[in-house]
């Protein structure tokens, strides 16, 4: 078996008092992507830049490829870096910004342009390679962004919150633009973002961080379905996540409330959206926040919905909120 893009084993990095990361292990597979997921300030950023070599970590080790790196200065490791504010040189050409990194590994200039202009084909830009940096929109410098570490051929790609200066249209579409472009790349990818749905829309595995630590590891679609505390619940959106006694918590899914059948409950706010109704219903689990259609805000009754909940569905999880 081929060893994986990375592996970090017990990373802890901290900055005087504070704790960064603390004990943070984890595993890229070779053309896996992994996203690094958690609120801002929660040691992402931390460990990525640990990985690039950037910054030191104060224990644990760092592999890439198999090969044990802690030690090793930026240049030596191999990784491409997409950051978030993309860092393209503003001198440069499109076609010289996305040459540079081929060039500074050794690449002779015609194989460095041969493989720039691959890696901007991939990402759509074949035509702006004249242009510089100052006359692209946001999405177009992403893409250089990402068309420059791809051309660097590093078998680790790790990108930082790389989406977060698009506006919400153009995100969603180079979403489902990166996804395929992972896919053909086959590099291993750590993504760093604190958008869920970022992390569940690009990622085959979710590495959730709260406060320097590592809280659940596992399928993006698993760790949705299953999150292992009420604070992972309720960080990753989900809305009905209910206090219940002894320090547990009761995670309500969306898909185990069924309308219109059932006692009707008492609504006790209403909030119009751009889709609908946000209504909550006084439950015997709790306080439910619901999101209704139209349809469904019609089916409210004097005042009362009925709905019911499968209970078979509501999951029991340890509730960590307070605090961090
Ligand atoms: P994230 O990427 O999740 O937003 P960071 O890794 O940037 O989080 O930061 C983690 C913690 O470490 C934060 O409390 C932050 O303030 C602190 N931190 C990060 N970099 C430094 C630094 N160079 N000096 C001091 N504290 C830092």
């Given at each position: 078996m081929s060893s994986p893009a990375l592996a970090l084993h017990h990373l802890s990095k901290r900055y005087g008092s504070t704790v960064?990361?603390?004990?943070v292990s984890l595993t890229v597979g070779a053309g896996e992507t992994v996203a690094l997921l958690g609120?801002?300030?929660?040691g992402k950023s931390t460990v990525l830049r640990c990985v690039a070599g950037l910054e030191r970590p104060d224990a644990g080790r760092v592999e890439i490829g198999g090969r044990d790196?802690?030690?090793?200065?930026p240049e030596a490791r191999h990784v491409g870096l997409v950051f978030?504010?993309?860092?393209?040189?503003?001198?440069?050409s499109v076609l010289g910004n996305v040459t540079y990194g081929p060039r500074m590994r050794g690449a002779r200039r015609a194989q460095a342009e041969g493989r720039a202009r691959e890696a901007l084909a991939l990402v759509g830009?074949?035509?702006?390679?004249?242009?510089?940096?100052?006359?692209?929109?946001g999405g177009q410098a992403q893409r250089v962004a990402l068309a420059r570490a791809v051309a660097t051929g590093s078998p680790l790609l790790l990108l930082d919150e790389?989406?977060?200066?698009?506006d919400e249209q153009l995100r969603a579409r180079l979403r489902s633009d990166l996804r395929a472009l992972f896919g053909q790349v086959g590099a291993g990818v750590l993504l760093v973002t604190h958008d869920q749905r970022e992390a569940l829309a690009l990622a085959a595995r979710v590495a959730v961080m709260r406060a320097g630590r590592l809280v659940q590891v596992g399928g993006a679609a698993e760790v949705f379905a299953r999150p292992a505390t009420a604070w992972v619940a309720a960080f990753l959106g989900h809305t009905n996540v209910l206090t219940a006694p002894g320090g547990l918590a009761r995670l309500v899914p969306e898909g185990a409330v069924r309308l219109g059948k059932g006692n009707p409950l008492p609504v006790t706010a209403y909030q119009p959206t751009d889709t609908g109704t946000e209504v909550t219903v006084v439950h015997p689990l709790g306080t439910l926040t619901l999101h209704l259609s139209p349809r469904e805000a019609g089916g409210i009754d004097e005042g009362r919905l009925r709905l019911s909940v499968d209970e078979g569905r509501v999951l029991t999880l340890p509730d960590d909120r307070e605090g961090a």
């Amino acid at each position: 078996m081929s060893s994986p893009a990375l592996a970090l084993h017990h990373l802890s990095k901290r900055y005087g008092s504070t704790v960064a990361a603390e004990d943070v292990s984890l595993t890229v597979g070779a053309g896996e992507t992994v996203a690094l997921l958690g609120p801002s300030g929660c040691g992402k950023s931390t460990v990525l830049r640990c990985v690039a070599g950037l910054e030191r970590p104060d224990a644990g080790r760092v592999e890439i490829g198999g090969r044990d790196v802690t030690p090793l200065p930026p240049e030596a490791r191999h990784v491409g870096l997409v950051f978030q504010d993309y860092a393209l040189f503003p001198h440069l050409s499109v076609l010289g910004n996305v040459t540079y990194g081929p060039r500074m590994r050794g690449a002779r200039r015609a194989q460095a342009e041969g493989r720039a202009r691959e890696a901007l084909a991939l990402v759509g830009l074949e035509a702006l390679t004249g242009r510089t940096p100052a006359q692209l929109s946001g999405g177009q410098a992403q893409r250089v962004a990402l068309a420059r570490a791809v051309a660097t051929g590093s078998p680790l790609l790790l990108l930082d919150e790389p989406l977060s200066n698009l506006d919400e249209q153009l995100r969603a579409r180079l979403r489902s633009d990166l996804r395929a472009l992972f896919g053909q790349v086959g590099a291993g990818v750590l993504l760093v973002t604190h958008d869920q749905r970022e992390a569940l829309a690009l990622a085959a595995r979710v590495a959730v961080m709260r406060a320097g630590r590592l809280v659940q590891v596992g399928g993006a679609a698993e760790v949705f379905a299953r999150p292992a505390t009420a604070w992972v619940a309720a960080f990753l959106g989900h809305t009905n996540v209910l206090t219940a006694p002894g320090g547990l918590a009761r995670l309500v899914p969306e898909g185990a409330v069924r309308l219109g059948k059932g006692n009707p409950l008492p609504v006790t706010a209403y909030q119009p959206t751009d889709t609908g109704t946000e209504v909550t219903v006084v439950h015997p689990l709790g306080t439910l926040t619901l999101h209704l259609s139209p349809r469904e805000a019609g089916g409210i009754d004097e005042g009362r919905l009925r709905l019911s909940v499968d209970e078979g569905r509501v999951l029991t999880l340890p509730d960590d909120r307070e605090g961090a």
